[in-house]
């Protein structure tokens, strides 16, 4: 995840309160039955990733990684599509960029979407002591693709749900300007010098007129004592997807950590799906109100393994499949 879209990051609106708890146990008996997410198996998919190195675009990890993405999401049954595609860089340097796709029963009209990236940020430019040093992207990539396999595990191995699903890894999404600095004029039709990935998506579909119902994003979803804040990008374009998910993870008794309360709106590949694609999306991203909007991980070496916890790995994926499996 790179930067925010709207200064006014901590101005949380205190909104309506969690129900009741007769309500919520109330609630509990009417989920649809889905298959139970294993914490372990979607902390191993996120060391995976981390074990290539950082995932930074023209490198041996990067693509390492992306055959690894390729080869695990087919191994779950997923009919895979890749878009190998080239980017300029705010630096010059041209990018060779790759989004990787993986879609179950492509026969079902009603899609969701579900989306992370899966790119490491070049340089740890916040990072006070080595602002140019590489770093892990534990959580600020891997953690959203770890979840995303597991989901993958479970599509493969469990009944069908009563929609399609799409999974998108997208590239380039954390590439862009150093902290503070400002780079040369965008070409044309170009956005940012990031979220390269879901911007080459939004223009190229992976297959022609493609619309989801809706989509999720996973960005940063595995760091110890993270708190889900309502985003508030997601919740200006998508109210209704927000509530279902923060619903259905209170009926889960994951209230703690998917707070009923909205935070600022943040530039994200959420908001390229929104206006490009015109597919409503959310984001499920970590806020942390102490440090500002992202932890004090954030573009640092310290997002690394230490920082992962499975239990929230797995809250946010049971949160996920059970979105999924309640629909009709
Ligand atoms: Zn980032």
């Not at 914490?39 to 490198?59: C, L």
């Not at 770890?146 to 069908?160: D, H, I, N, P, W």
């Not at 990008?233 to 707070?259: D, K, R």
Request: a negative charge; aromatic letters at 12%; proline letters at 5%.
């Amino acid at each position: 995840m790179n930067r925010i879209l709207i200064v006014s990051v901590l101005f949380f609106l205190f909104a309506c309160g969690p129900s009741n708890k007769k309500e919520t146990e109330e609630k509990k008996v009417s989920l649809a039955p889905a298959p139970k997410v294993n914490p372990d198996s979607a902390f191993s998919f996120v060391e995976a990733q981390v074990k290539f190195g950082p995932r930074i675009p023209n490198t041996i990890a990067h693509k390492k990684t992306g055959d690894y993405l390729d080869f695990t999401l087919k191994k779950y049954g997923a009919k895979v599509t890749e878009q190998h595609f080239e980017s300029m860089s705010y630096e010059g340097k041209k990018l060779f960029l790759r989004n990787i796709i993986g879609s179950y029963f492509p026969e079902k009209q009603k899609r969701v979407l579900l989306a992370a990236h899966w790119d490491t940020r070049p340089f740890a430019d916040k990072d006070k002591e080595k602002p140019n040093a590489e770093f892990d992207g534990a959580n600020d990539g891997a953690s959203g693709v770890g979840v995303l396999l597991e989901v993958a595990r479970l599509l493969s191995t469990s009944k069908q749900p009563n929609v399609g699903i799409d999974i998108i890894f997208f590239d380039g999404e954390d590439y862009g300007e150093k902290m503070g600095e400002s780079g040369p004029p965008l070409p044309e039709g170009q956005e940012t010098w990031w979220l390269l990935g879901s911007q080459y998506w939004a223009a190229h579909k992976h297959q022609p007129n493609y619309s989801a119902y809706y989509g999720i994003l996973l960005d940063m979803v595995g760091a110890k004592g993270s708190k889900f804040f309502k985003e508030g990008a997601s919740v200006e374009y998508a109210p209704s997807i927000v509530n279902n998910v923060w619903n259905t993870a209170s009926q889960l008794g994951h209230s703690s950590i998917f707070v009923n309360q909205q935070a600022g709106a943040i530039t994200d590949d959420h908001v390229i799906v929104n206006e490009k694609a015109r597919i409503p999306m959310i984001d499920i991203v970590h806020y942390d109100p102490v440090y500002g909007y992202f932890g004090d991980y954030h573009h640092s070496r310290r997002d690394n393994m230490d920082l992962i916890d499975k239990e929230i790995l797995g809250a946010v994926a049971q949160v996920v499949v059970q979105v999924v499996y309640s629909e009709e």
